[in-house]
């Protein structure tokens, strides 16, 4: 089985959710291999082999550290699609349905075939082969128009996936943002699937190879271009919610808009950045794209430390991924206080600054 | 401007979900039923638009009978029409089948933009509203928190975030765009809009007659995550807790 695993870059860096997907992405690759379920591939004696293993497949220009990463997360070979300017989630889909065709058929194998020859629903029965990327916003967009141009079936956001028997895959995927999980059967010609972003550790392979990169071209329709992003800085600065190493969260308990400013001071003396409560976007303290939760942003931080928020199911679902949980609320049975690592029963008026003042008599200057 | 609006009936969850005996759905025995709130904000987007642009707005919804409850809502928050593509009780729909059946309604008028929430806060499967645009051959942008739409309302720019960066899309219309919770703050409905709400008529359609079943993901069983049983270590109460804070930040790596 062909498993390809669309990356995307953070930086120069592959992004840390692609590491999870390539993670998951190589389990499926070798459990293919095992089972000897490799499809329709042609015998490799006679004429181009059918491709086997991980591949990762990237848009634009991939760095070399990048490329290393790559290779450490097992990937036998590489992608490197041109000819698609910045973000366009239709392309990107063409491009990865004209990989699966021609990882189906050895003739074309290594060359990008014109997009439309997998239109219509028309990918090959059998082919075994599947195609994995990041449950990001980007990874379920693109596997989403792949799914819509094949006509196969996607299931997003999963954290498990195995060879079922009789060609079928065995997986589960998060539903309600994680707080449940659904086991079920995955019965199509491939597989396309993403990886959940908080419930899938990354994990570099235990023997990696080289990886042997191949450069080529896009096949796509100007329609296919037709939506496509303008970037413009969001202005924000620093470490993005997602991605921060420390975030120090703010629910009802912090009172008003002006209640955060220690926490912000927190924030940035620990390298983080402030999240907030559904409540709090909702009272209008902080805007929406600071929230953290189902309907806002899953964080996966070394450290999330909770003031003053109850910790409603659906924000459970935002911050499951953290490493550690303190929780600061002056009701020490709240959820948030249960469930977290470590808890502080007070005020976080008055811990907050405390907390500040000691950490600042730390650092002299 | 004709605008739909696709909503999903789904339980409120509380404090936990549990499940049916049989481990295929959440218990609604004692909860009640909502649309996600990024569905909530397609509705208030697509009411403010028909406020500056004319025209009106349709909801659809794929589900049981008592679906019926949530078009009114959203028929209190300003939408003048509403279909119900029924399913038999207990059905669960597929992505696949969930798209073409709103196909099936999408395509029988004359819609400039169909507004979808980012993704269903149950099943979360993050693809209808792009199989949807594919069906119907048109653009679609998905994840967005801001619409603005052309002052001849030929095309419409669409943004987001992600990793820092915003991304517009501009797409002509008619187009299909789902949105995210933040795009607005949705509006309380009016007395008089619960009331007019209350008597509008509401087309069914079985979903036998919409769309034929596909084959699609097919789930097994529900469970729910293992927690991992923690307790967690009560460090102090109030200022006295900050060294054994501090000390924690350090083990942690944070300092």
Known sequence: MAVFCLVELDGAEVADASLRALTLARGLAVAGADGGSAGAGGAPADGPACPAGLAAVAFDALPATAAASLAAYGAGDVYVVSGILGYAPQAQARALAGLLASATDASVAGVAVPGDSVLGGSVPAGSGHAIVAAGTDHGNEVLAHLGAITGLPMAANCLAASAGDEGTVDLVRQRWAGLLLEEAVLDAPAVLLTVSTDAVAAEPAASPGAAAVHEIAAAVTEADLAVHAVETSAGTGGASLATARVVVGGGRGVGSADGFAPLEELAALLGGVVGVSRVVTSEGWRPHSMQVGQTGTKITPDLYLACGISGAIQHFAGCAGAKHIIAINTDPSAPMMTRADYAVVGDLHEVIPALLKTLHDRTPG | ?255
């Open chain 2, 1 to 255: 401007m004709e605008i739909l609006v696709c909503v999903k009936r789904v339980p409120t969850v509380g404090g936990a979900i549990a499940l049916t005996a049989d481990q295929r759905a959440v218990d609604t025995k004692s909860s009640g039923f909502t649309i996600s709130p990024h569905e909530e904000c397609a509705v208030e987007e697509a009411v403010r638009l028909v406020e500056r642009f004319g025209g009106s707005v349709t909801v659809v919804s794929l589900g049981p009978v008592e679906a019926e409850e949530q078009l009114r809502s959203c028929m209190a928050l300003g939408a003048s029409g509403a279909v119900l593509v029924e399913t038999a009780p207990g059905e669960e729909t597929g992505p696949l089948t969930t798209a073409a059946a709103l196909h099936s309604v999408a395509a029988s008028a004359a819609y400039d933009l169909v507004l979808l929430g980012n993704e269903a806060s149950d099943t979360g499967d993050y693809q209808v509203g792009i199989r949807l645009a594919h069906l119907l051959g048109r653009p679609v942008a998905t994840g967005i928190k801001a619409i603005t739409v052309a002052d001849d309302g030929s095309s419409l720019a669409a943004s987001r975030t992600y990793r820092g960066v915003t991304e517009t899309f501009t797409l002509p219309l008619p187009c299909v765009v789902t949105v995210k919770e933040g795009i607005n703050l949705p509006r309380y409905p009016s007395l008089p809009g619960r009331l007019r709400a209350k008597r509008a008529a509401i087309t069914r359609i079985p979903l036998s007659s919409a769309a034929a079943p596909v084959p699609d993901v097919r789930m097994v069983r529900l469970r729910v995550p293992d927690a991992p049983k923690k307790q967690a270590t009560v460090l102090g109460r109030g200022a006295d807790a900050v060294p054994a804070l501090v000390s924690v930040l350090a083990d942690i790596g944070v300092l």
